[in-house]
């Protein structure tokens, strides 16, 4: 009997890595179910044979519904789901002696809160199946001390065990739970908000970086493919930094 097709869930599709995670998953021949995908990416994914659920308005991990409605999605198409991937985060900066505690409840929402939300809710299916895979996309600021933004580090941080620790308690049901954490990639949001299309600051910008680079979507989407592809199913409870060595 010939074997389903997977079925990749990413959050934020049109948004920091997950247009080309879905490129790949597509070849690689999964059917997707996207949130909040551009219109061309549907468009050229599905002339390449892919099935593709896109599901618009749950950018907002925040929002506990924005994933329900993508895992809801996806089990009323599919009628499964293999792996799970999403991004989330709100950055602060500036000195911990000039936060307030409001900047503190922000990166919580925006680090805790939406992880939290995202894999309760892709987990249930997955348990209920007896496989799964999911990634969780968080900050290299979370493995070390980050000083010009240190409530922003210290979520991460938070996000990066709590995966830790819900992969412990899923394992059994052979589900895998694993956290990336990135930092100076270049994308259009890093760059405009660092300055780093004037060439004089992206010097600067590069000098910080081991690797003397910034890191690109396309080898970020490669690396984070075997965690969600299937190919690789024994390892649970991770984080690994994507930092160009910075982490």
């Given at each position: ?174 589900v895998q739970v694993n956290a990336i ?37 396309e080898e970020f989407a490669h690396f ?24």
């Open positions: 009997m010939e074997q389903p097709r997977r079925v990749a869930l990413i959050a934020a599709a049109g948004f920091y890595v997950g247009p080309h995670l879905a490129r790949i998953l597509a070849a690689r021949g999964h059917d997707l179910v996207l949130g909040d995908p551009d219109a061309s990416l549907v468009e050229e994914l599905i002339a390449g044979g892919t099935n593709v659920e896109a599901v618009s308005g749950t950018r907002d991990l925040v929002k506990r519904e924005s994933s329900q409605r993508l895992v809801d999605a996806a089990m009323n198409r599919f009628g499964r789901i293999d792996s799970a991937t999403a991004f989330s985060g709100l950055i602060v900066t500036g000195r911990f002696m000039n936060s307030k505690v409001e900047d503190l409840e922000t990166v919580m929402q925006g680090c805790m809160v939406a992880p939290y939300h995202f894999m309760q809710t892709v987990l249930a299916p997955m348990i209920e199946q007896g496989e799964g895979q999911v990634l969780v996309i968080t900050s290299a600021s979370g493995a070390r001390a980050t000083p010009e933004a240190p409530l922003y580090s210290a979520a991460r941080a938070g996000a990066n065990h709590l995966v830790h620790n819900v992969a412990h308690e899923v394992a059994r049901h052979n954490g990135t930092n100076y990639m270049d994308f259009p949001e890093f760059r405009r908000a660092s300055g780093a299309d004037d060439p004089a600051i992206m010097a600067k910008i590069e000098r910080k970086v081991p690797l003397g680079r910034l890191g690109t979507m984070c493919t075997p965690w969600v592809d299937g190919t690789s199913r024994f390892t649970t409870g991770q984080f690994v930094s994507y930092a160009g060595g910075w982490a």
